[in-house]
């Protein structure tokens, strides 16, 4: 394998290259804020670093393992920011910009080709360990390496990438300032199929088995809003289950309640949800909520043929109005 | 009382015992992810994959939703019901020390000035029966609590794991009771001993993540106006309610009433000083912002309630380190917390 195919190495030169863009941009004061990812405090994690220290530019790190949506911090700094963004993340600052909650002009977007982000409990699940008793896992072009207690174990790259890294459409940024490294190509037609098996195998079952089955996912939703709080697309200052006055919905852990909460919260980021699949990967207690994000940005391509976050010019999708719009379900 | 053993073979067959006389509560997957569960006999398989579960044992007494009283609306008022009757006697087998040590910390709040009649019913007819760690996670940190893994300060009964069997102590009146009870126990020998003295020192070295809990108190008072501090650690929080929720020690609850034509109930549910909205009042949020709610999290656990009760509200067990979307880590946050020295020089 030649070297410029190395993916640790490949990170590495864009990692000094984004220390160094990232430091230059604070010294010279074109951003006052830089959010980044830098090392968590776990293993196989890394954690946002949101800083206008340029000496904190240094910890910036560039790995198979940054699964947070940065984009969900933009609404939230003051002054000009320069951010990193994977493909996924791009298209949300875009979706942000369509929505005019982020001015463009305020965003230096440093752009990271992305080759997928690493499923942590796919792992687990495949050597039967937690992540933390897992003692290594590298990741070098379409294979991972997976070492256990000493035994190596090697696999292709897909059996553990998270589902919708599966499905990117855009894994390179195309809005951006800086690119720190060379575009990487698009999933391929088995990589989709792959991503859709559990939403496959959920439109496969009859209603009343679909019901039990999201009762069941639901019985143990804690009403934490985790996947309302890491998604860039729900910005709203103040949610609908938050309204007392009457309340829409009780803030109360009870299925019922807790699956019309999300079933709301996907109608109302329709058009704005780019799948990042932050809302699964963030839920404590594991419940698939990307199947009903992903099926409903589906379900927004097939009516509208529109997808969130492509084109920063194209008004959002449900701001707009064309003649020529489905309306076959209005009866 | 000397100790006691059981064979691990033997633990499904004490909990089909135990389950005669009481609601017995085990760690159990619900689609990969760790609760507890009513055992249901078979084996007790949960033995060989249970670390810690996902949502601590404090939702058995302090559930995240519960029916506090139910009403009907008849005529010009309200007739008020009866709660749903609570379980009469139960037992919670397997509890790891830092969350045994949670409860005891969460009933210092809620029999403090008024007696809360949830949670101290549902403490008074449970029985606690502990099982020390073998596999403590990188996250957990309890040692630097005052606690080992293996703590049997407050549970009733512990277990500890000592290969083919576990070596059992009475600790409690309640725990002697439940031993003199079977016929599956024996005399545990002088080597078992050895042996779970062994596991306890190789739990304790296990678990690697401390901090300086006792320094902490004085260094938050100290800086408590650190704007420039907590709005840096607090940037990259995004005030979900994981670490609260999930929090073995977090109490902080909601209330909300449900009237459906004549038919209503009052439910109480967990809440969190992570939501803006937990401090909204009429006229201000004294709270709104980020930093402020969670610089309470913090000074909560590690600094007001240790001056309320003279012990500190986290018992180191790692679920919001572990479980936070974005690693945002209290044991990093308390060590980089700012000596006074440096804060009087900056003053």
Known sequence: MAPTDCLPMKNGIMEQ??????????????????????????????????????????????????????????????????????????????????????????????????????????????????????????????????????????????????????????????????????????????????????????????????????????????????????????????????????????????????????????????????????????????????????????????????????????????????????????? | MTAKKIARRDIADLLNEWSREFGVFVPSRDEGVAKWARWGGGDAGFLEWYRNTVVPPKALFFPPLEEMFSFQKDGDGYHVGQPPPTEDRWLVFGIRPCDARALAVLALTFKDGYQDPYYLARRKNGVLVGLGCTRPYESCFCTSLGISPTDAANVDLMLTDIGDDFLVEAVTDKGKELLSKTSLVQAATGADEARAEEARDAAGARVTRKVDSQGAHEKLRAGFEDKDFWERVSAKCISCGICTFLCPTCYCFDISDELVKKQGARFRSWDSCAFPLYTKMPVENPRREKWRRLRQKVCHKYEFYPDSFDVIACTGCGRCIRLCPVNWDITRVLSSLPAQEQLRLER
């Open chain 1, 17 to 331: 290259r984004l220390r160094r863009e990232a430091k230059a941009l604070l010294e010279q004061g074109k951003v006052s804020c830089v959010i980044g990812f830098e090392a968590g405090s776990l293993k196989f994690t890394t954690t946002p670093l949101i800083t206008g220290d340029k000496d904190d530019t240094q910890r910036l790190v560039i790995s198979p393992f940054m699964a947070n949506n940065l984009s969900v911090f933009l609404t939230g700094v003051k002054g000009r920011v320069a951010i990193v963004a994977k493909g996924c993340d791009s298209r949300s600052i875009v979706s942000l910009i369509q929505d005019n909650k982020v001015v463009r002009e305020d965003v230096v977007i440093i752009g990271v080709p992305c080759s997928g982000v690493i499923d942590l409990t796919k792992v687990e699940g495949l050597v039967g360990k937690d992540r933390d008793e897992i003692a290594d896992i590298t990741r070098d072009g379409d294979k991972v390496l997976i070492t256990v207690n000493g035994d190596k174990r090697e696999c292709p790259v897909q059996e553990v990438l998270f589902d919708n890294c599966l499905a990117c459409e855009m894994p390179t940024p195309q809005e951006y300032d800086i690119l720190l490294g060379e575009p990487t190509a698009a999933a391929g037609d088995k990589e989709k199929a792959k991503s859709r098996e559990k939403i496959n195998s959920l439109e496969t079952m009859k209603p009343d088995e679909r019901w039990a089955f999201w009762r069941n996912e639901f019985s143990r939703c804690i009403r934490c809003y985790a996947c309302r709080n890491v998604c860039p697309a729900c910005f709203c200052e103040r949610c609908f289950v938050e309204e007392t006055e009457p309340p829409w919905v009780l803030p109360i852990p009870r299925w019922q309640d807790s699956l019309m909460f999300q079933v709301v919260r996907n109608l109302h980021v329709a058009g704005r949800c780019t799948d990042c699949g932050e809302c699964e990967r963030a839920c404590p207690v594991g419940i698939p909520l990307r199947s009903l994000a992903r099926e409903m940005y589906d379900i927004v391509g097939e009516l509208f043929s529109y997808r969130a976050g492509m084109d920063k010019e194209a008004p959002p999708l449900l701001a707009c109005y064309e003649p020529t719009d489905v309306e076959d379900f209005i009866r």
